[in-house]
């Protein structure tokens, strides 16, 4: 799941949406659901 979503899924919103803002919000998402999942 993560490869799809580093691989394919990210790279194609920066192509889309031309922001970095977009990809940094994405990925801080993404850290945070992994570390909330952790812990729970």
Do not use: C, D, H, N
């Not at 799809?4 to 949406?17: D, H, K, L, R, S």
Request: charged share 10%; net charge positive; aromatic share 8%.
């Amino acid at each position: 799941m993560l490869y799809v979503v580093f691989g394919e899924i990210i790279p194609q919103a920066i192509i889309m949406t031309k922001s970095r803002m977009l990809t940094i919000v994405t990925l801080f998402g993404i850290i945070l659901g992994l570390a909330v999942t952790a812990m729970g």
